[in-house]
């Protein structure tokens, strides 16, 4: 029986990841549940599950919380010290981090300080301070388990391989909504065409990240931290049916592609039950209803962003944080339609060049320039 912290449980991943849950319980128990803001569905989660904890975010709903638990025997918190506290529960063996953003930089590393194995979907954890998280992880004898499709694809396609040097790994792409489309196209569009992923269900902000291919960016410099890989080792590859979920290729040539449907529960059960696969209902792949598997480049002078991530990694220093920090800024501006599509990189780059750049940031760096970026970038948004 793992015992398992959701930080992020009402989001895509959070949710996905109880359904998995649910289909366990002889493997499975649940311990933390926490929430930004929907009091609602986080309640009905822990009447269901009925956790040691929940956490919710939002101050403002912490009475609301309460009274609704009252009598359970589940203890309520509230707000970000708060959350950071919960992933210390003795019991717990597996923190899933399913919060999206910076926001959840410190919960992870507070979990890892504790000992607790990580399963991590927040990518912008190692985006923003890889180098920093691999010590901790080390020096706390923790796993890092990758939960998004790709990585999780890497990490099984490097199984029984670790006497064997990787030469590169492909992160594969669907694409987004808007494959194949140029600029003059993507100066009109609206949040409701992004917003319309055509192979995955996922949150409002990586759903504009894949637009954009952000996400594929966030993805290539959180992979050079997990697979300890040089910039040149990583190569994106746009594949638009999302089968092939990445590639890992050895110093033989020899290539490996872990493959299946676009279902993020499968990469979820991977990384809770680690080791172990584990027996599930699932629908399996039939290859006759895919008859072509097609790759693409993808487009770097159209989709800026996926070549900022690249710079941003031969950069190093606090360079990542500042790209990431801008880009949570504009994607809001964006869902907000307070900013234009192609305005979005428009910002970013601004700020990857005018913010000040340190080269061997601490934690407290990576803060003061998260900071930093967001007021020159919000700033930024209401000059447009």
């Given at each position: ?200 269900t996922m949150g409002a902000k990586i759903t504009i990240d894949s637009a954009t291919l952000m996400n594929k960016g966030l993805e290539v410099i959180e992979a050079k931290w997990l697979f300890d890989l040089e910039p040149t080792q990583i190569d994106v590859i746009i594949h638009p049916q999302s089968v092939i979920h990445s590639i890992a290729q050895f110093q033989d ?132």
């Amino acid at each position: 029986m793992k015992h398992i912290a959701i930080l992020g449980s009402t989001g895509s991943i959070g949710t996905q990841a109880l359904e998995v849950i649910r289909d366990h319980p002889e493997l499975f128990k649940v311990s933390v549940l926490s929430a930004g803001n929907n009091a609602g569905l986080l309640i009905e989660q822990a009447l269901e599950f009925h956790p040691a904890q929940v956490v919710i975010g939002d101050e403002q709903k912490y009475e609301e919380v309460k009274q609704a638990l009252a009598g359970t025997g589940i203890q309520v918190l509230a707000g970000e010290e708060a959350l950071i506290e919960s992933v210390k529960l003795p019991v717990i063996d597996v923190v899933l981090t399913a919060v999206v953003g910076f926001c959840g930089l410190r919960p992870t590393i507070a979990a890892i300080e504790a000992g607790k194995h990580i399963a991590l979907a927040n990518k912008e954890t190692l985006v923003v301070a890889g180098e920093l998280i691999n010590a901790l992880a080390k020096k706390n004898k923790v796993s890092i388990l990758p939960v998004d499709s790709e990585h999780s694809a890497i990490f099984q396609c490097l199984q029984g391989e670790a006497a064997n040097q990787v030469e590169k790994i492909y992160l594969t792409a669907s694409g987004g909504p808007f494959r194949g489309k140029k600029s003059d196209f993507l100066a009109s569009v609206t949040k409701k065409e992004a917003l319309k992923h055509p192979n995955w269900t996922m949150g409002a902000k990586i759903t504009i990240d894949s637009a954009t291919l952000m996400n594929k960016g966030l993805e290539v410099i959180e992979a050079k931290w997990l697979f300890d890989l040089e910039p040149t080792q990583i190569d994106v590859i746009i594949h638009p049916q999302s089968v092939i979920h990445s590639i890992a290729q050895f110093q033989d040539g020899s290539m490996k592609a872990q493959m299946g449907l676009p279902d993020m529960k499968l990469p979820i059960q991977y990384a809770l039950g680690y080791p172990d696969r584990i027996l599930n209902s699932f629908p399996r792949f039939d290859f006759i209803k895919y008859a072509q598997l097609t790759f693409e480049q993808p487009d770097l002078s159209t989709f800026r962003s996926l070549g900022f991530a690249f710079e941003a990694m031969e950069r190093g220093g606090n360079v990542p944080c500042i790209m990431n920090a801008a880009n949570e800024v504009v994607v809001r501006a964006f869902l907000n339609d307070e900013l234009g599509f192609l305005e979005m990189s428009e910002v970013i780059e601004r700020c990857m060049n005018e913010v000040s750049y340190i080269r061997d940031p601490n934690l407290v760096d990576f803060m003061e320039t998260d900071e930093e970026t967001r007021k020159i970038a919000m700033h930024l948004v209401t000059n447009y």
